[in-house]
């Protein structure tokens, strides 16, 4: 079974610190994703990375930077806390190899950022 | 811009109802659909494509392209049915990026 591990299931954080949420795939999977989850508003993508070192912004990439600089390793980045980035964080990861133009993503737990 | 819309935000239903959960997509094409769903306290996860053509517990989704449409069904609706349901999609273009709605949670009363 693949495997998608976030670091914290739950976080407190105060404005202006930095901020690092980890995620972890053992399945060697190709892509990467951060998404955040509020209700009302779905999953929006924050940031995608396809391969080593590469990053796509998503849609709501403002406040945000991700590094990967291993395969299986996807760090979300909040350069300086606000607390409208108070949300659910969603990682996932997926396959280039199913023969389809967009493979099945599995999620991590979350983790549960509340930024005072 | 590419748009999932999901108008309800909450259907409830009795048990041995049927269900349709409603999905729609703002653009032309031949897009990669999905149906995802989270169970109170577990992750999200995959509950059916469009090109799978399956039927995974009881749920079927058929894409409607005139309708621009991809709602789940079920027709005997189970307590353990209860979740938060999000439609998904590729959108336009061969991306492995995905659009999310905006969920539909659904309520199975005993």
């Known amino acids: 079974d693949v495997k998608v591990t976030q670091s914290s299931r739950y976080l407190v954080k105060r404005t202006g610190e930095k901020v690092f949420l980890e995620c972890v795939q053992d399945m060697d999977h190709e892509n990467m994703f951060w998404y955040r989850q509020d209700p009302g508003l779905g999953l929006r993508l924050i940031y995608f990375?396809?391969?080593?070192?590469?990053?796509e912004k998503g849609d709501i990439p403002e406040g945000y930077s991700v590094s990967r600089e291993k395969k299986e390793r996807f760090s979300l980045i909040l350069e300086s806390a606000s607390t409208n980035q108070t949300s659910m964080y969603l990682c996932?990861?997926?396959?280039?190899?199913?023969?389809?133009?967009?493979?099945?993503?599995?999620f991590g737990p979350g983790t549960r950022l509340t930024v005072t | 811009a590419q748009r999932v819309t999901q108008p309800e935000k909450l259907l409830s239903v009795f048990k041995g109802a049927p269900v349709e959960l409603k999905c729609n997509y703002s653009y032309s094409g031949s897009p990669e659909l999905f149906w995802y769903v989270q169970y109170s306290r577990q992750r999200l996860q995959l509950l059916l494509r469009h090109i799978s053509r399956e039927s995974i517990k009881g749920f079927t989704a058929d894409l409607n392209k005139g309708e621009t449409s991809f709602h789940l069904k079920k027709p005997f609706a189970q307590e353990e049915d209860s979740a938060m349901y999000y439609c998904a999609s590729n959108g336009a273009y061969n991306t492995d990026k995905l659009i999310f709605g905006t969920g539909t949670r659904l309520q199975v009363f005993p």
């Open positions: 990375s396809y391969d080593v070192k590469m990053k």
């Open positions: 996932a990861s997926s396959t280039n190899d199913q023969g389809f133009s967009a493979s099945e993503q599995y």
